[in-house]
């Protein structure tokens, strides 16, 4: 077994307990925590593909900014108590059943993908994740998509003000 | 790596998401299995991407086909924050008004 | 690409307009202008005459029928703020807004209907719904109103996350995000469609029914409809699901045939499960309010057969579909907006006190249900015409007609109760002449449009 593939199953397993683990837990904090690991998981997938920006960007963003956000809400609600209530288990049984034929659904339909087959993702190799090639192609080919999500965020602005703040 | 682990990871976590918005009833909790859900679909188009360019590769040594999957992650993680910022304030909005986050109190508007 | 650059940059203009001026009254008047001149450059696109050019590397297109509808959703925008402009400033405190949002809305609603990438779809349906969420909410110490806003936002969420997991599929098998797809190509000496691509196309299809309501994905739909206040539910009943089902016919016109024969299943079956849920239901209803949300789903059941058609035919009703549905919701809610008592039994009376009120609403209730002599007629006509073109079954047809007859009773509940009931139909104020003109501006266009409908389509081809 290589280094790579050792790092791909540890960062898989990784990702896959702490979005159990997420699921699990009755406080709302420790599902921040391990939403927080899954994404470093992940973000460690990406380093493994040579996606660096991305990489970087994704513990920014979602683990840095995103999570703290609900962190912050979640202590402001005072809601670091575990009394949520529970769905019954019938409700809870058809979620886990649910989820659980979605899955099997499109595994099955992977696996039956003959085009897939021998296809490989390419490790540690490959330069289009890097900064100088993604700012390249954002800043001709995508400046039209990169200025609307700029309208994006304004509504986002403006949604905030009008639904956060207190009259 | 074969594209399949990546595909097979991508779903695993996807469904374990979808099982959170389905199972929990804490608004917040539920929101978070949505980010997972979207962060999922972000490893799942990353790992496309690696699939493509190494395909592209072996035709052409100077390509950058696949990148425009990044980019797609990148206006993903763009969404995904404006959307947060306009999630909690409603669940803030929600919360001052009913103190709880629970969303069972939606059945309300049943009746 | 007019459309969309004019409508952002009325969006930051009006933000400014929210702190530079303090008249209320002012925003409605910038409003209209702005949608005015947003209409005009539309036109003007539509024309060839004068258009702004950025090039987007093909991930955008306008050809015709998508300006064309983005003219129709312009013109319907500002019809709606003209009546019930004054309605949507005193939703709450943050008038000017609003409309910043409305703006921000059809600057997504011009996306959805010139995208040529999925980037650009999956943009489009974003900017659509973030302001939304927050026009649902907008009514911030309505409870009811919080909790729409809740449950639309996790839903529409949800469906997100649903889109971009086809989208993902999607790119896996075609390698890029274009609209064409890849089709039908040969794997090892047959021929046959890639399956992480239908996968992919039929979860972006799924979350796209979540936002236009389409059953089996209908169900936040009431409870959303009627917690919202009810000049947002107008709007997002009537333009945005039209948009959405613009979307859905652009996206499955350039992936004709993916589906293979299993979609000659799944389509019909939505479209019934649609029209028996929204038109049973419906009838059950106390609330107006309540009966318009499960309508609108009724009506959703109608537009999904030009995607069951997908032809020409098609495409000129889902046009004439949406004015005809848009005119008359808008102005039923234009008049429900004002009334004290939002069940049927409110409505006792009001011949009486505002026969010209009453007869608008009339008229409109006429052409929803799709009698004759109105536009709704000529819509649901076509829509059933362009199915039986593509060769659709007979008994499909006769369905949709048992169940449109179905809705003649619970709109001719509302036209009893306004004309042969006694009553005190109460208002929270007496409508204005103006208000009393545009709403028979509106039923004299429906009823138009009812005899003439190529009217409309001229604008289409010429």
Same mark, same amino acid.
């Given at each position: 077994?290589?280094?790579?593939?050792?790092?791909?199953?540890?960062?898989?397993?990784?990702?896959?307990?702490?979005? &159990?683990?997420?699921? /699990?837990?009755?406080?709302?904090?420790?599902?921040v925590?391990?939403?927080v690991?899954?994404?470093?998981?992940?973000?460690?997938?990406?380093? /493994?593909?040579n996606?660096?920006? &991305?990489?970087?960007?994704?513990?920014?963003?979602?683990?840095?900014?995103?999570?703290v956000?609900?962190?912050?809400?979640?202590?402001?609600?005072?809601?670091?108590?575990?009394?949520?209530?529970r769905?019954?288990?019938?409700?809870?049984?058809?979620g886990v059943?649910?989820?659980?034929?979605?899955?099997?659904?499109?595994?099955?339909?992977v696996?039956?993908?003959?085009?897939?087959?021998?296809?490989?993702?390419?490790?540690?190799?490959?330069?289009?994740? &890097?900064?100088?090639?993604?700012?390249?192609?954002l800043?001709?080919?995508y400046?039209?998509?990169?200025?609307?999500?700029s309208v994006l965020? /304004?509504?986002?602005m403006?949604?905030?003000?009008?639904?956060?703040?207190?009259? | 790596?074969?594209i399949?682990?990546?595909?097979?990871?991508a779903?695993?976590l996807?469904?374990?998401?979808?099982?959170?918005?389905?199972?929990?009833?804490?608004?917040?909790? $539920?929101?978070?299995?949505?980010?997972?859900?979207?962060?999922?679909?972000?490893?799942?188009?990353?790992a496309?991407?690696k699939?493509?360019?190494?395909?592209?590769?072996?035709? $052409?040594?100077?390509?950058?086909?696949?990148?425009?999957?990044?980019?797609?992650?990148?206006?993903?993680? $763009?969404v995904?924050?404006?959307? $947060?910022?306009?999630?909690?304030?409603?669940?803030?909005?929600?919360?001052?008004?009913?103190?709880?986050?629970?969303?069972?109190?939606?059945?309300?508007?049943?009746? | 690409?007019?459309?969309?650059?004019v409508?952002?940059?009325?969006?930051?203009?009006?933000?400014?307009?929210?702190?530079? @001026?303090?008249?209320?009254? #002012?925003?409605r008047?910038?409003?209209?202008?702005?949608?005015?001149?947003?209409?005009?450059?539309?036109?003007?696109?539509?024309?060839?005459?004068?258009?702004?050019?950025?090039?987007?590397?093909? %991930?955008?297109?306008?050809?015709r029928?998508?300006?064309?509808?983005?003219?129709?959703?312009?013109?319907?925008?500002?019809?709606? @703020?003209?009546?019930?402009?004054?309605?949507?400033?005193?939703?709450?405190?943050?008038?000017?807004?609003?409309f910043?949002?409305?703006?921000?809305?059809?600057c997504?609603?011009?996306?959805?209907?010139?995208?040529? !990438?999925?980037l650009?779809?999956?943009?489009?349906?974003?900017?659509?719904?973030?302001?939304?969420?927050?026009?649902?909410?907008?009514?911030?110490?309505?409870?009811?109103?919080?909790?729409?806003?809740?449950?639309?936002?996790?839903?529409?969420?949800?469906? *997100?996350?649903?889109?971009?997991m086809?989208?993902?599929?999607?790119?896996g098998a075609?390698?890029?995000?274009?609209?064409?797809?890849?089709?039908?190509?040969?794997?090892?000496?047959?021929?046959? #469609?890639?399956?992480?691509?239908?996968?992919?196309?039929?979860?972006?299809?799924i979350?796209?029914?979540?936002?236009?309501?389409?059953?089996? =994905?209908h169900?936040?739909?009431?409870?959303?409809?009627?917690?919202?206040?009810s000049?947002? *539910?107008?709007?997002?009943?009537?333009?945005v699901?039209?948009?959405?089902?613009?979307?859905?016919?652009?996206?499955?016109?350039?992936r004709?045939?993916?589906f293979?024969?299993?979609?000659?299943i799944?389509?019909?079956?939505?479209?019934?499960?649609?029209?028996?849920?929204?038109?049973?239901?419906?009838?059950?209803?106390q609330?107006?309010?309540r009966?318009?949300?499960? !309508?609108?789903?009724? %009506?959703?059941?109608?537009?999904?057969?030009?995607?069951?058609?997908?032809?020409d035919?098609?495409?000129?009703?889902?046009?004439?579909?949406? @004015?005809?549905?848009?005119?008359?919701t808008?102005?039923?809610?234009?008049?429900?907006?004002?009334?004290?008592d939002? *069940? =049927?039994?409110? =409505?006792?009376?009001?011949?009486?006190?505002?026969?010209?009120?009453?007869?608008? @609403?009339?008229?409109? #209730?006429?052409?929803l249900?799709?009698?004759?002599l109105?536009?709704?007629?000529?819509?649901?006509?076509?829509?059933?015409?362009?199915?039986?073109k593509?060769?659709?079954?007979?008994?499909?047809?006769?369905?949709? #007609?048992v169940?449109?007859?179905?809705?003649?009773?619970?709109?001719?509940?509302?036209? %009893?109760?306004?004309?042969?009931?006694?009553?005190?139909a109460?208002?929270?104020?007496?409508?204005?002449n103006?208000?009393?003109?545009?709403?028979?501006i509106?039923?004299?266009?429906?009823?138009?449009?009812g005899?003439?409908?190529?009217?409309?389509?001229?604008?289409?081809?010429?």
């Open positions: 077994m290589s280094i790579t593939e050792i790092l791909f199953w540890f960062l898989s397993a990784l990702a896959l307990v702490g979005a &159990l683990m997420v699921v /699990l837990s009755r406080n709302p904090v420790h599902s925590l391990w939403l690991a899954t994404f470093f998981a992940i973000s460690g997938h990406y380093i /493994l593909m996606a660096q920006f &991305l990489a970087i960007v994704n513990i920014i963003v979602y683990a840095g900014a995103i999570m956000l609900f962190l912050f809400v979640i202590m402001l609600m005072n809601l670091n108590s575990e009394a949520e209530p769905k019954s288990w019938m409700m809870q049984l058809a059943l649910a989820g659980g034929c979605f899955m099997m659904v499109l595994v099955s339909l696996r039956q993908t003959a085009e897939l087959g021998g296809k490989t993702a390419l490790v540690k190799e490959g330069n289009i994740g &890097l900064i100088k090639q993604l700012g390249m192609k800043f001709s080919e400046t039209v998509p990169f200025e609307i999500s965020f /304004l509504s986002a403006v949604g905030a003000v009008v639904i956060g703040k207190k009259d | 790596m074969p399949q682990y990546y595909i097979f990871l779903l695993a996807f469904s374990i998401g979808i099982i959170g918005v389905l199972t929990r009833r804490n608004a917040i909790i $539920v929101f978070m299995c949505i980010e997972l859900m979207l962060n999922s679909v972000n490893l799942l188009l990353v496309f991407s699939m493509h360019h190494a395909e592209a590769l072996t035709a $052409v040594a100077d390509t950058t086909i696949g990148i425009d999957a990044q980019l797609f992650v990148f206006f993903i993680m $763009v995904a924050a404006a959307e $947060v910022a306009v999630g909690l304030a409603i669940i803030v909005m929600m919360f001052r008004n009913t103190h709880s986050v629970d969303v069972h109190f939606l059945n309300r508007l049943k009746n | 690409m007019n459309a969309i650059i409508s952002a940059v009325f969006g930051v203009l009006m933000m400014f307009a929210s702190f530079l @001026v303090n008249n209320k009254n #002012v925003y008047y910038l409003a209209i202008i702005g949608l005015s001149v947003l209409l005009l450059a539309n036109i003007l696109e539509t024309y060839a005459i004068w258009s702004i050019k950025f090039d987007s590397f093909l %991930q955008l297109s306008f050809e029928f998508g300006l064309f509808f983005n003219s129709i959703a312009i013109a319907a925008t500002l019809f709606y @703020v003209l009546l019930s402009g004054k309605d949507i400033v005193r939703v709450g405190n943050y008038s000017a807004e609003y910043v949002l409305i703006f921000f809305i059809l997504g609603v011009s996306l959805i209907t010139s995208y040529n !990438s999925l650009m779809l999956f943009l489009g349906i974003e900017i659509i719904s973030i302001p939304l969420y927050i026009l649902t909410g907008s009514d911030k110490k309505n409870l009811k109103s919080n909790e729409a806003a809740l449950k639309y936002f996790l839903m529409g969420a949800f469906s *997100t996350g649903l889109m971009l086809g989208i993902a599929l999607s790119y075609v390698g890029n995000f274009g609209l064409e797809g890849r089709g039908v190509v040969a794997f090892g000496g047959s021929m046959r #469609v890639s399956f992480l691509e239908v996968a992919g196309l039929l979860l972006l299809f979350s796209m029914s979540f936002k236009a309501s389409a059953a089996p =994905f169900f936040w739909t009431p409870d959303v409809y009627e917690g919202a206040p000049v947002f *539910t107008s709007f997002m009943a009537t333009i699901k039209a948009t959405v089902f613009i979307g859905m016919i652009k996206l499955l016109e350039a004709t045939g993916i293979g024969p299993t979609w000659q799944i389509l019909p079956l939505m479209i019934v499960l649609t029209l028996a849920i929204g038109n049973i239901t419906a009838v059950f209803q609330s107006v309010k009966m318009l949300a499960y !309508s609108s789903i009724a %009506q959703a059941g109608f537009m999904l057969f030009a995607l069951w058609s997908a032809n035919m098609g495409r000129e009703g889902i046009l004439l579909y949406s @004015v005809a549905y848009t005119l008359a808008v102005g039923i809610f234009a008049v429900l907006v004002k009334m004290k939002y *069940t =049927f039994d409110g =409505f006792n009376g009001l011949a009486a006190k505002q026969p010209l009120v009453a007869a608008s @609403v009339a008229v409109f #209730v006429l052409s249900a799709g009698i004759p109105t536009a709704g007629f000529f819509a649901k006509y076509f829509m059933l015409a362009s199915a039986i593509s060769g659709a079954g007979v008994w499909l047809l006769v369905v949709a #007609v169940f449109a007859a179905v809705s003649v009773y619970y709109y001719f509940r509302l036209i %009893q109760a306004m004309y042969f009931k006694e009553g005190e109460e208002m929270f104020e007496q409508p204005t103006s208000f009393k003109g545009m709403l028979a509106f039923a004299v266009l429906l009823i138009v449009l005899i003439a409908p190529s009217l409309l389509f001229n604008y289409l081809y010429f």
